[in-house]
C-alpha cells in the first residue's frame, strides 16, 4: 500500500484532506504540531481526526522561542475583522497578525524527513488559497518552490534515489472555496465534529476571529449546519 | 547593525561561517540544534565557540522520532571509508548513511522563522560542495531552490513585505576546499580548539569517521596543525 505522510492541525481543512487521501487509497501518517499555539486544543482535535480515521499519528513537540505572532502569544490580540481586510479578489490586502514565521515551511520539512524516512511518497497538506488565510505560505506557488527543494535537497527526490524523483506534495485543497470543502468534507464522511478551527482555544468556538469566520462562510454558503454550534 | 542568523553545529565550517559573518559587520544570532544526534558533544562546542564569538546562541531541540540515519542511532555502525567514495571530482558516490532526511531543511526553516522575527537580513550556514560530505542538501543547487521558498513562502521575503525581499541565504564557504576553510579559520581567528566535528562524539575525535576525515584532509592540506590533536 502507498504511504502518505498527511500535516494535521485538526481543523476543518486537514481533516478533510486526510479523508481525501485515505480516499485516494494511501496508507496515512498524520503529523501533529504543538508549536505553542494559543489554540493547543486543536492538537487534542488532531489526534481524535486520526484516531477516527483509523491512522497512525505522531505529535512533534516545537519552541519557537521568538514568538511575535498573535497565535503564539494570548497577550497580542486576535485579528477580528476578516470581511473588512479581504479584497475582492478574496486575497488580503496585508499578512494578518496571526502569521507564524515560516509555519508551513518548519512543517513541511518534518514531514519531509518522515516521509523520507518512512518511504512515502506524497506528503498532504490542507492549504487553500480561496477564502483565504492571507499566509504567503498557503499560495500554490509556495508549493511548487518547495516542491523543487524536494527535488535538489533530498535523497528520495534527488538524483541519487534510486526511484527516482518519487515524493512529492500535494494540496488538494488549494484551489477549492470553503463552501466546497464543507461539501468535499461531508461527501467524504470527514468527522467534522471532531475538528476545531478557533484559534482562541476557549471551550466553544469565538465565532468571531478569521478562523471562525472562514469555516462559518463555508458552511452558511454549503447550506450546512456546523456541528460545533449543534445544540 | 545589520543582523544575521548563523546554523552553528560546532563544527570547523560553522566556526568559520560565524567568524566570517562577524567580519562583514553582523550581529550575528546562532541557532544550535539538538536532534539526537550521536556526538551531542558538538552542542556544547558549538556554545563555547558562540560565547568566544561574544554573540547571543539559541538551542533549539528537536525529536526526530523516525530515526533510520546512522547519525541519530548508536546501533548503527558510521561509514568509515571516505576516501574510497569519493570519485574524482570529489563527489560521492552515493548518499552516506550519516545522512538525517531533511536535516537542513529543518535547520533552515527554523533560521527562517528566527530570522523573520528578529528582522535579520542574512542566514548564514557553513555547507561546503567541494570536499563534500555526500548530502544533497548541501549543494548550491539546494540553496538556489531554498531561496525561492523564502521568496515566495514568507514575509520578509514575499511582495507583501513593506521592506521588499530583503532576506536572504548565504553559504560563503560553498565552494572552498576544507584547505582553503582551514586558512580562512586561522586568518579570521576562529577559536577551532573549541569546534568538534567527529561523528563518535567521544573524548577525544576518532580519526577515523568521513568527519574526522575531511578534517584531517583540510588540516593536512593547509600545512597546520589541529590544535584537537595537541598534546
Redesign the interface.
Known sequence: MRKAVVLLSGGLDSATTLYYAKSKGYKCHCLIFEYGQRHKKEVKSAKAVARQAGCKS?V?????????SSLLDKKLELPKDYELRVTDYGLRK??PST????????F???A???????GAEKIFIGANAVDYSGY??C?P??FR??E??V????????R?SVLGSRLNIEAPLIKKSKKEIVRLAKRLKAPLELTWSCYEGGSRPCGVCDSCALRAKGFRAAGLEDPLYGS
Not at 60 to 68: S, T, V
Not at 99 to 106: G, H, K
Open positions: 505522531q512533534i513537540k516545537i519552541n519557537l522561542p521568538w514568538k511575535g496585508a499578512i502569521y507564524v514565521p515560516a509555519r508551513n515551511i518548519i513541511l520539512s518534518f519531509l524527513s518522515y516521509a523520507e524516512a518512512i504567503p505560505d499560495r506557488e509556495f518552490a518547495f523543487k527543494v527535488k535538489v535537497g533530498t535523497r528520495a527526490g534527488s541519487f
